[in-house]
């Protein structure tokens, strides 16, 4: 089976989705947030400040080409689909589920959060020009499911009819 990407904007659920999913399936998951702070032993927010948003997103375009490409389900960053090489190797390699969330949802999931650089300051402003900017590039995906007011088993086993 080819590898399955879920793509989607910061609080879509990729991560708790993609877990519930590996489980169901019985397929490892990989996080390429969570590869990346292990591999350069930094936070997220540690590389942003550090190092900056253009180093994160080569660490981005260089992990998604190192993982591997059967039998994994891969949740990715939700601004992994801003680099066309990322969008076009993830649809070549996989099966890439786009996990929609609508806006006025995804502002509550993210009002208390903290853990995101970019989402420092203006919050919604942020959330809604970067969900504009970034839904066209997450419509390329082969697959999109609505998560707005839904479970994540009723969710899961919604990804699972459709493969
Ligand atoms: C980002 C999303 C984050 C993380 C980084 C940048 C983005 O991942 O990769 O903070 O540009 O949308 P999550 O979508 O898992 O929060």
Redesign the pocket.
């Known amino acids: 089976m080819r590898a399955i990407y879920l793509t989607?904007?910061?609080?879509?659920g990729?991560?708790t989705i993609g877990q519930r999913l590996g489980e169901v399936l019985q397929l490892p998951v990989i996080?390429?947030?969570a590869y990346?702070e292990q591999q350069v032993g930094k936070t997220?927010?540690e590389i942003?400040e550090e190092e900056g948003?253009e180093a994160?997103r080569t660490y981005?375009r260089e992990t998604l080409k190192k993982l591997p490409t059967e039998h994994v389900i891969i949740?990715?960053?939700?601004?992994?689909v801003?680099q066309e090489e990322n969008r076009q190797f993830m649809r070549e390699h996989g099966i890439v589920i786009y996990l929609h969330c609508e806006l006025h949802e995804l502002f509550r999931r993210l009002a208390d959060d903290t853990?995101?650089?970019?989402l420092m300051e203006n919050k919604q402003k942020q959330i809604k020009q970067?969900f504009e900017q970034?839904l066209p590039w997450y419509r390329e995906a082969h697959m999109t499911i609505d998560t707005t007011n839904r479970t994540i088993d009723d969710i899961v086993e919604n990804i699972v009819s459709l493969l």
């Open positions: 989607g904007f910061m609080g879509a990729k991560t996080d390429t947030d990346i997220i927010t942003f948003e994160f981005e949740t990715t960053g939700g601004g992994i801003i853990t995101r650089p970019l970067l970034r």
